[in-house]
């Protein structure tokens, strides 16, 4: 492990000094403010009629007014953002300003740089999702006055976790851009031309696609409207944007089943009641289980590429 | 340099190839303990390929390095332990300060803090920097940083320097102070030298050895002197003449001495070719000719006609 030690430091010193966190943390505060302020304001609203419902709080992250989305959109556009803005020059700003020829050739290990790198990013982004977290919290807190529930916390833990692993792929992803491009502008753009593309594009696109090979008019029985649909999730879901917005609904929603379609005859005799914690985790586990699957391949890739390149100045 | 003194570098049969390009080929050459040797050659010819095979940055397709007992390309941690680096256009982080980047290095080194707190004002101080130690380095002058980066290569303590092309673009000022650093560390620390640059001329006085490197090859390997007696001795001689008058019976009376081959005018200079040392006869037939002599030089004694010599020759 020689030599992790002082990178992870220096790296962390460089997030949390640099311009660019303080830039990144400014945008999320105040969405994540404003965002909470209107759910809490419509909550204390309606909360008479909505009392048998329960969790409350969770509706701090969720609610929306339709003048402003819910905290939980804000992170899932906002998110790719802070990942791509933390990793995307990485190595290749260090190669070009001829840092990088000098740290390797002091007596650590190759793999220390890239680990340090990666582990630093995501000590930053934990550190900056769970604070804004709490602070939203305690804002809601003051101002609807009910207390989260054990299961709530449970659930908004779960929520802060996958948020971290969903921001972390997108760095490992501009890490990875950061290797194989030289120019720190090109692997920017390269990072936001697939977060743009995985965000909107893709899910359209599943659509479309979906229409063409399982057509589907008013006369289509009903089977293959399903097949249609089914198709259609399956493609989204290869956007890691769609696995993150599908999980937290079903950790953030007691009230969710199933991510899936699901037939009017197949509620027939359910008892509306909400999941409990473990039971939405199980819905949701799948899509977690992909976004990590994702983060590492990136990463991999990243690590066996930085391993291989040629250390040259110019 | 004694009979006693040992090598530090050894390198035997080391070759790089890229692809059908051949960096560095069949490279044998051994750096005795104590010793400034000077590495030169023009761009490209192999001379950053060769240091980085001697660190472990680069795998060399064959043969093989070893630094103080160490096997490169096996125990590159140990090699890295015991030489400081100067890489070419040496990179440093410009939102940190001259001190921070040090102890930067120093940790990456493994050195405890109270170490470094004690060694880095002392290096600073040496390299003329104890001014600008709280500066950021983003304001340095490039002299400074080539500076800095001596210092950068001193904080480990290390038993060789490698200096890649340290005078490269800054003022002869600059480089005055950059080869006396040099000359010291040598001198008074008894710390190896190796020094790779293209301008012999600014590393000629500095270095006990030199090797000259084109095209991957070592064309010749010796102090200085040694290497310019080869030459001469080896080698046909040029005069450069200019008389006034310069008469044709003058010529004629020239090209009748024995040992002379030929003449040709060039930019008003006559160059004579010749087998041997005949300047004494050329100057008597040309007081005798009643001819004012205005510039009367051997060819090939000046270090920079060597260094032209072998860099056509190979």
Redesign the interface.
Known sequence: MSGLIPVLRKELADHFSGRRFMILFALICVAGLSATYVAAQSIRGDISGDRESGFVFLKLFTASNGVLPPFVSFISFLGPLIGLALGFDAINSEQSRGTLSRVLSQPIYRDAVINGKFLAAVITIGLMLLSIGLLLGGLGLRMIGVPPTLEEVLRLISFMALSVVYVAFWMSLSVLFSIVFKQTATSALAGMAIWIFATFFFPMLAGVAADGLVPTNQDTPVEVILQHEQLRQMLSRMSPSTLYQEATVAILTPGIRTLGPIMLEQTRGMLPNPLSWSQSMLVAWPHVIGLVALTLICFAISYVKFMRQEIRAT | MGGEATAIIEMAGLTKKYGDFTAVDHLDLQIMEGEVFGLLGPNGAGK?TTI?MM?G??EPTAGRVRVAGYDSTRKP??V??I?G?L?????????LTARENLR??A????LPSAESRRRIPDLLEKVGLAEAANQKVGSFSRGMRQRL?IA?ALV?GPKLVVLDEPTLGIDPEGVRHVLELISTMSHSEGITVLISSHLLHQVQQTCDRVGIFVKGRLVAVGPIQTLSQQLMDSDSKVLELQAEPLTTELKDDIRQIKGVDGMQESGGMLLITCQEDVRRQIADRVMKAGAALQHFRMRGFSLEDIYMKYFREA
Do not use: M
């Not at chain 2, 890489?87 to 939102?95: K, Q, R, T, W």
């Not at chain 2, 940790?107 to 493994?110: I, K």
């Open positions: 950053t980085l660190l940055l680069t941690l140990d890295k332990r030489v680096y890489p070419d256009n040496v990179g440093f982080y410009d939102d930067y290095t940790s990456l080194n493994g980066g950068d480990k």
